[in-house]
């Protein structure tokens, strides 16, 4: 399972944005040949104040952001950052006829298991205007206190993104959440935001 997982307004007529113009699918890059193992994030994704450069998938942040200060860090002095560059997924989120993309992360503290996971979340690119920009970033809208944190998959589509929500109750191993939601992001006005989030499956208590 691939996880990870907040965004513009539709280039095309209809879903709440501007009207299409001639010329602008063309001039999109195509997100296909990014370099996505070195494209810069949102500090904001995993709580630190300045942007988030990726060298091969992964970055080391610090200090610790405030976000996770109560966290468990074994002798560490900072966050570590990894993505998923060989696993974009791809989807006409503007609604312009060209790909948007979205690059899954995780914020860790360096452990190397998933325990050691803090947050995870996925990154949305437009390559409109031919340059590669972030929309914003989409993140899990269930995630029970005290549990580890909630997994995330996500599928693109012209004017939404659906977020499939894999969350933890107190019984779940850290294999296995048992716990389902899904929550639908609309895009529109060069925004994306999060719907409200529709439990399908209570967790194993």
Not at 138 to 149: A, M, N
Request: glycine share 16%.
């Amino acid at each position: 399972m691939v996880v990870g997982a907040a965004l513009l307004s539709s280039a095309a007529a209809g879903f709440g944005g501007e009207p299409s113009r001639p010329g602008l699918a063309a001039s999109a890059i195509d997100l296909h040949k990014v370099g996505w193992g070195s494209v810069t994030l949102p500090g904001s994704v995993c709580g630190a104040s300045e942007p988030i450069r990726l060298h091969h998938g992964s970055a080391f942040i610090t200090p610790i952001p405030a976000r996770f200060s109560g966290d468990y860090f074994p002798g560490r002095r900072g966050v570590t950052v990894d993505s998923f560059p060989d696993e974009v997924l791809f989807g006409d989120l503007e609604g312009g006829g060209r790909d948007d993309a979205g690059l899954a992360v995780n914020c860790n503290n360096g452990g190397g298991t998933a325990d050691g996971v803090l947050l995870y979340a996925w990154v949305i690119f437009s390559g409109r205007g031919g340059r590669l920009s972030v929309v914003g970033t989409v993140t899990p809208q269930v995630q029970p206190s005290g549990e580890l944190p909630t997994e995330i998959e996500i599928a693109i589509k012209p004017g939404k993104i659906t977020a499939s929500e894999f969350f933890y109750g107190p019984a779940d191993e850290t294999c296995c959440s048992s716990g389902r939601a899904t929550t639908i992001w609309t895009y529109a006005h060069r925004t994306l935001l999060p719907g409200m989030p529709t439990i399908t499956r209570r967790p194993n208590s």
